[in-house]
């Protein structure tokens, strides 16, 4: 399997990153359900994106698989509390990075945004890694 190019899960990440950030901080007049699940998808997406580019040879499906267990362990560690990690929880970066509340729906959200992101993958490469090979 030929590698993804590094720039364009980058771009992908950075785009991903973008979007998260204008849907939790921009006034746009989204619904609540949407601000919520439309960040929380978006920051599996962007771990998705994440993995993607520091392991550009990997199968769409490992790649889907690290991301989720990722996401997924970072939302258990909601439920581990000490006062240096709460206290990170209530910065900004620490409710980017972290979040502050433990939520199973929050996990079923970021396996449909990684699987959505790995499908998009999927569907993009094929194309690409033809053209490299031809040239």
């Known amino acids: ?16 990153v973008a979007a998260g950030l204008a849907i939790r901080f ?3 007049g989204l619904p609540l359900f949407a601000v919520k699940y439309g960040g929380s998808t978006l920051w599996a997406l962007a771990i998705y994106w994440l993995v993607s ?3 550009p040879s990997w199968r769409f499906l490992a ?4 991301a989720g267990v990722l ?16 206290a990170f929880r209530t910065t900004i970066p620490g409710i980017l ?16 945004a990684i699987a ?3 499908l998009v993958d999927s569907c993009i490469w ?9 040239k």
């Open 126 to 134: 094929p194309a690409q890694n033809t053209r490299h090979q031809h």
């Open 63 to 66: 790649t889907a698989l690290l």
């Open 26 to 28: 921009v006034p746009l």
């Open 1 to 16: 399997m030929i590698s993804r190019p590094i720039l364009h899960s980058s771009a992908l990440l950075l785009a991903t």
């Open 97 to 112: 990075l972290l979040g502050r509340f433990f939520s199973v729906w929050d996990v079923a959200a970021y396996w449909l």
């Open 71 to 86: 996401a997924t362990a970072v939302e258990f560690l909601k439920l581990c509390h000490s006062p240096t990690l709460d």
């Open 53 to 55: 580019a520091l392991l």
């Open 116 to 118: 959505a992101g790995a």
